[in-house]
């Protein structure tokens, strides 16, 4: 079975987080899954240019999709949740308003393109439980992941609004759980599962993002997790590098290791943390996987 | 019969603590119709406030299992669907001071409010003898806002209110502003504008738990995207929120992608950034994630995306 997708990798995988793009690369490939990069995507405005104007913010992401629909492919898969809601928002607002459909594709004739609503805008985590299927993940583990506890730390982009993601119920998702469980780990339950990162807001409101970010690790700290696993490289670049930052409010110890998804299924693929770039963690997440796993 | 077990918070004025009900389920009821039927068969004490009971009058929002729900029109059946559990836990709503078990106090809420000065500044187009006309068109843009019952569910989800009460404002505030600076027989926007502008606009997470939870759909988040076009529009660019939004809007049109190591110097300047961002900075570069050498090229098809901001801007005028 080979699954084909266009991909949408996202600015952050380009550098910081490029042990995403490391991870979800390896992982595709031991799964099976062909990935196309589309050739020539923009930044997908990440929730800033809709602030300045709306229609830009549209039109550039119906660009994004259009390179997706000239690939003749039925999905556009992302692994960055707020890649997912931009382009999604696009999408839905385009396909619900024909005279805004007609308007931006005005714009885009002029770029050479057309944007026709054929592709479906996805994310991994989607994919994997979707089209791949659990039962078939379930059988290329090789390394299950017994006795590690993972908090799973969703973001809020791959759920709300809902009327935009709608995969699953936003007040109680269980996707994760699912995927996480599947490859053999266990889920510890917690306050923040379905807690805002705060990264979006990381510059104006520097105070009150390092404090939930301490409120973010302590609360799977408490229960008992070894690692935050997340589908968003944007939580977890909040949750990871600006944990010192954090710590400096915090009297408690607040040390919570951040990993990505992709990172999560490549361990119990028999992938090795350095081949999934762990290593490039700000907070050292390989001495609690060592203490748990096998690792390859 | 089936039993469904009920956890509701209780306050006394003093002490707070959690009181267990045993309810028989009933299919097809209301929220409302559970934390009624408790009160007139267990327990009279129960505190609650609701009357409508139609998701008008915005009197019985109320937090259950982590969320805030309205309760006269949410189904019982759907919560606990949605938690896939017999067992129930009610809270006041989060953001807010509570009196007495579930209820909570409005009045520095909307003290809170008349920053944004939430009436009608008339205009010159209208006056007593004429009267303030508008059109179907202008009229339709304040139908959305105007929907709002003030229940409180969009302040007891936000997560910037959670950490910074005195500092932001309620989303239901922000909708009120925005209800009377779109309103055509307002002369003075600028007014209701400028308190939202200083209290914390910026500040907001983009979390989309308003408009995910608004019993009434009201696109609470586009109002905020909104507000910050018409503070910008207003000249209002000598700030980080605004400085940050146009670090992506720019980076987008000169190379398609952005500069991640430009954007804390894009957004705070450079002298702020050698004072806050160098730890910061020094980890990123020791672990690979920042590479300050490294400039993103442009991508294939530049001068198409260029194009869009043209054609943009033809839209805009």
Known sequence: MTLTYAFFPGCTLESAAEELMISTKKVAEALGIELIELNGWTCCGASHIQDIDNFLSTSINARNIALAESLGVSKLLTVCNTCTLMLRTAKLKMDKNERLKEQVNVGLDRAGLQYKGTVEVTHLLWALLEDYGLENLKKKVTVPLKGLKVANFYGCHIVMPPDVMGFENHRNPQSMEMVAEALGAECVEFDQRLACCGFHAVFPAQKEVMTMTGINCLSPKEAGADCIVTPCPLCQMQLDAYQPDAQKRFDQDITMPIIHLPQLIGLALGISPEELAINRHVVDAIPALQRKLQLA | ?????????????????????????????????????????????????????????????????????????????????????????????????????????????????????????????????????????????????????????????????????????????????????????????????????????????HCMQCVSQCPKTIPLTDQIAFLRSATMAMGELDNQGAKHAYAFHDDVKNKGRLNETMLPIKTDGLVQTALTKIPFALRMVKKGKINPLHMPKQISGIQEVRKLYEYAEEVKS
């Open chain 2, 1 to 205: 019969m089936e039993m469904m077990t009920v956890k509701i918070k209780r306050f006394d004025g003093r002490n707070s603590y959690y009181q267990k009900y045993e309810v028989p389920y009933e299919k097809g009821k209301t929220i409302l119709w559970l934390l009624t039927t408790i009160r007139e068969e267990q327990d009279p004490t129960l505190n609650f406030t609701s009357a409508c009971r139609h998701a008008i009058c915005g009197s019985c929002a109320v937090q259950i299992n982590g969320n805030a729900f309205l309760a006269c029109n949410t189904p019982l059946d759907d919560v606990l669907e949605t938690y896939k559990t017999m067992n129930l836990t009610f809270e006041p709503l989060k953001n807010f001071e509570v009196i007495k078990d579930l209820v909570i106090v409005w009045e520095p809420k909307m003290e809170k409010m008349t920053k944004v000065k939430p009436w009608i500044i008339p205009g010159e187009e209208g006056s007593k003898e004429i009267g303030f006309l508008q059109s179907e068109e202008d009229f339709q843009q304040i139908a959305a806002p105007t929907d709002c019952i003030l229940c409180g569910v969009c302040a007891s989800e936000c997560n910037q209110l959670a950490v910074n009460q005195d500092g932001y404002l309620e989303p239901f505030i922000l909708n009120k502003a925005y209800r009377y600076i779109v309103d055509t027989r307002d002369g003075a926007p600028e007014q209701h504008l400028k308190p939202v502008l200083e209290n914390d606009l910026w500040k907001c997470l």
